[in-house]
């Protein structure tokens, strides 16, 4: 290799260019990732953001891939390395700004209720023609001087290996400690810097390398400002003002307040509204907890009337509230992927207040960890198991509604124990209300779906499963609450002549089926 060509140590060439093959590729993974994240938490279709996101790249960079061979075709051997050299250079400086920018563009694409998945889509088809062109340049720059067969060993190497650096930096170090859009700021800085630092090593790329420093700075400084940006834009989707704003591991967290009301949204969506929490956390616990109590009373067998209880997801501590109010609970286990969401029910004074301080109860026992993995680990069975989980709109969530997860919940149900899931909306999801019963009802339980009215929900469903038959007649209900009532009780169970069962699959582990029961158009008329 000529010294002229900018690069006297052979052995610092090669580093240097490999070191730019895991870098380029651990951003093209980690931008990926962002738009696939940043596209779920905004319209909720999990499967078809990151179909179009990593799809829509990988088809991309195939593109950018059979474009490079048009850049810096056969001519002498300095001038070919040359233009390589600045082709890759300029491809970088492409990428830098580009990946801190467009995913905040999106973002204000969708509040400004603009075509996203158009925009979306242009993104990651504009980023992946670039990233693309990246790894076929580095081999040609290597194969002039090691031919083939090592350039293209040494390259992909490397390359696989930022790719697995990119998929595990995001969602633990970028995601949950800097959030979105100053993690895109830093990822597009790193280009930018590997021309920096090709400027530096090679004479005859100082001007390029200037050029990437001055956009690694510039980056560098607009990663803090994309909080207060994006902070705007966030608060523009909800109609109170934003009091509470948490970027965790798992999800979005943002909690709103007007007046005396406060609500908690979750990746967007609503969770609750302290204006009426009450309705929906009395109708999940207190039917199940009845039932039991009766069943435990007239089971000759029992002697000890003291209660387990297994709690799972319900992180915000509101349904715990409710089974605490129960005397003869002797301990509930509370079973939450994020800690974020308990933290926050622990520690906020106005989720304290809405939760009386449960967390606080020496009864309670708090896991963090998946429920499905969870239940396999746990060697205890309970009186009563109440699942409190998001609406199975995204794969995660969905193995939670299957009949897997159920089999699973089951081997720790106590013979006259009592299971209760909320079920979605029977009105706006009928068909994942009635796949949630149809999934429960295929395994040796009885089933009795029911329905109330929660104004911030609009209808929505719960579904009691119990080894025994279920009497909903003359159900006790020694607790304090706002809305459920002794007479009321035994109503909850007759379903609106509008609600009807059956005709549904039952949703299992290798065909989640309520993914797309859940997705439906009715939705649409929810506001």
């Known amino acids: 290799m000529l010294e002229s060509d900018g690069f006297p140590n052979k052995r610092r060439e090669r580093n240097l260019l490999l070191i730019a093959a895991a870098i380029s590729s651990a951003c093209g993974l980690a931008v990926e990732l962002l738009l696939g994240t940043l596209a779920s938490y905004l ?96 081999t040609r720059l290597l194969e002039l001087d090691e031919g083939v067969r090592e350039a293209l060993a040494g390259v992909l190497a490397l390359d696989y290996l930022g790719a697995l650096l990119g998929s595990l930096l995001f969602p633990i170090a970028l995601l949950p400690f800097l959030g979105l859009f100053p993690s895109a700021a830093l990822i597009g800085a790193l280009p930018a810097f590997v021309v920096f630092i090709f400027g530096r090593v090679v004479p005859r790329l100082r001007y390029w390398g200037r050029w990437g420093l001055a956009i690694a700075i510039a980056l560098c400084v607009f990663a803090p400002l994309t909080l207060p940006l994006s902070d705007r834009l966030e608060n523009s989707l909800y109609d109170a003002p934003v009091i509470t704003r948490i ?107 809405a939760n009386a301080k449960a967390f606080a109860d ?51 149900l106590n013979p006259t124990g009592i299971f209760v899931t909320q079920a979605s909306s029977p009105f706006f999801a009928p068909r994942a209300f009635a796949c949630i019963a149809a999934t429960l009802e295929s ?38 609450t706002h809305f459920l009532t002794v007479a009321m009780l035994p109503s909850l169970f007759q379903l609106p002549g509008d609600i009807q069962l059956g005709g549904v699959e039952v949703n299992r582990l290798s065909h989640p089926v309520i993914l797309r029961y859940q997705n439906d158009p009715r939705w649409e008329a929810y506001d």
């Open 362 to 412: 020496p009864r309670v026992e708090v896991r963090h960890a998946d429920a499905f993995t969870a239940l396999a680990a746990l060697h205890e069975t309970f009186d009563v198991i109440i699942a409190d989980f998001p609406d199975p709109d995204r794969d995660g969530i969905a193995k939670l509604y299957t009949q897997g997860f159920y089999r699973r919940m089951l081997a720790h």
């Open 443 to 480: 395994l040796p339980l009885v089933i009795r779906p029911y329905t109330i009215d929660v104004p911030s929900f609009g209808p929505w469903g719960f579904v009691l499963a119990t080894q025994n038959p279920i009497e909903t007649t003359s159900l006790p209900l020694p607790v304090a």
């Open 43 to 138: 319209v909720g279709n999990q499967a078809l953001a990151y179909g179009v996101a990593v799809g829509g790249f990988l088809a991309a960079m195939g593109i950018g891939a059979y474009l490079s061979r048009f850049i810096a075709v056969e001519t002498g051997h300095a001038d070919q390395y040359h233009r390589l050299q600045v082709a890759f250079v300029q491809v970088e400086l492409w990428i830098a700004p580009l990946s801190a920018v467009l995913p905040l563009a999106l973002f204000a694409l969708f509040v400004v209720d603009g075509p996203f998945w158009m925009g979306l889509f242009l993104a990651t088809i504009l980023l992946g023609i670039l990233a693309g062109m990246e790894v076929p340049l580095l």
């Open 247 to 353: 970027q965790s591991t798992y999800q979005r967290i943002v909690m709103t307040r007007q007046g005396t009301d406060v609500r908690l949204f979750l990746d967007g969506d609503l969770q609750f509204s302290t204006l009426d929490e009450y309705r929906y956390h009395e109708a999940l616990v207190h039917p199940a907890m009845s039932i039991n109590q009766r069943e435990i009373e007239q089971s000759s067998s029992s002697g000890d009337r003291s209660r387990q209880v297994l709690l799972m997801g319900a992180g915000d501590g509101l349904a715990l509230r409710e089974v605490l109010k129960w005397q003869d609970v002797e301990r509930v286990l509370l079973i939450d992927l994020d800690p974020a969401i308990v933290n926050l029910a622990r520690r906020h004074p106005f989720l304290v207040n």
